[in-house]
């Protein structure tokens, strides 16, 4: 498939259509949710569900015009020097999403193992409320990055369309599970990532932390040892919370504090290790600085 016919279908599929629908219906769940919370008086932070919001349409407005041409176009020549070529059909579409889903699986697992990662995907961890509008809580800038994840996809012969939209299904299907208001939903809490499973991943709780990677599907977890079922009262928010609701501080901070800690190291290999090494490394000579 040429570049040009991929290009096309980003424009003219009629699969984006589902996309569409699914983020129609995601919406309507959204502001249920929200009328329902303000009937019930459930308490809620409504300034974070403001910059919940915002964040949301600063994200669309970057993907629509900048980055979302970035991933294609850095795909492209992995597509194009691949040796093979899996055609699009009803079983292609299948397999793809399970390997998106698996992808998802490591991406978000990478994400929380290396603090440069982390430093966008901290921005969804960093509410102190859980609700459907944290589904929208996205790092403005993530969407730059994460192409890098789908290239195994497209060496084995999926194109670039086919893996940016299959791992945009993923997160579509993820909107739902930010929520309080559904309980336990027993035998499928054992297999699909549902509410309980993923308030379970935003806990700061000790037994919570780095549990329920999965996207749709849980077995990953189950099969690489991150399972964990919800068993007490989930803290949300991040072990040291941010504390503000200024949308730009709520996507940069941490790499304000990467940057400080920067200053603070004394050799090129401790900086190396601050920036891609894991979340709570330190050099030893740190205690005594600060």
């Known amino acids: 498939m040429s570049t040009q016919e991929i290009i096309t279908l980003f424009e003219t599929s009629k699969i984006l259509d589902y996309i569409l629908y699914f983020f129609v219906i995601n919406s309507v769940f959204t502001l249920f949710e929200i009328f329902l919370d303000i009937l019930t008086t459930k308490e809620r932070r409504w300034k974070d569900t403001g910059a919940n919001i915002i964040i949301f349409f600063m994200s669309q407005l970057l993907e629509k015009t900048v980055f979302g041409s970035i991933g294609i176009l850095c795909l492209l020549p992995f597509y194009h020097i691949s040796p093979f070529e899996i055609p699009m059909n009803g079983w292609t579409w299948c397999i793809g999403l399970l390997l998106a889903d698996f992808t998802y699986y490591w991406m978000h697992r990478l994400e929380h193992e290396h603090r440069i990662l982390w430093a966008n995907h901290s921005v969804h961890h960093s509410s102190e409320d859980y609700n459907l509008t944290i589904a929208m809580r996205l790092s403005i800038i993530e969407s730059a990055i994460e192409w890098v994840f789908?290239?195994?996809?497209?060496?084995?012969?999926?194109?670039?369309?086919?893996?940016?939209?299959?791992?945009?299904?993923?997160?579509?299907?993820?909107?739902?599970?930010?929520?309080?208001?559904?309980?336990?939903?027993?035998?499928?809490?054992?297999?699909?990532?549902?509410?309980?499973?993923?308030?379970?991943?935003?806990?700061?709780?000790?037994?919570?932390?780095d549990k329920n990677y999965g996207g749709v599907l849980i077995i990953w977890d189950k099969l690489f040892g991150t399972f964990q079922r919800e068993e007490e009262k989930v803290i949300y928010g991040l072990t040291k919370n941010i504390h503000t609701n200024n949308p730009i501080k709520i996507n940069f901070i941490e790499y304000k504090h990467i940057w400080n800690d920067l200053k603070l190291c004394k050799s090129w290999n401790d900086r190396f290790r601050i920036v891609f090494g894991n979340l709570i490394w330190r050099p030893s000579y740190f205690k005594k600085q600060k």
């Open 150 to 209: 789908l290239i195994p996809m497209i060496i084995i012969g999926f194109t670039p369309f086919q893996a940016i939209v299959s791992l945009i299904f993923i997160a579509q299907y993820q909107t739902w599970i930010h929520t309080e208001r559904i309980i336990k939903l027993g035998w499928l809490d054992e297999i699909f990532n549902t509410p309980s499973v993923h308030r379970v991943h935003h806990g700061s709780n000790k037994k919570y932390i």
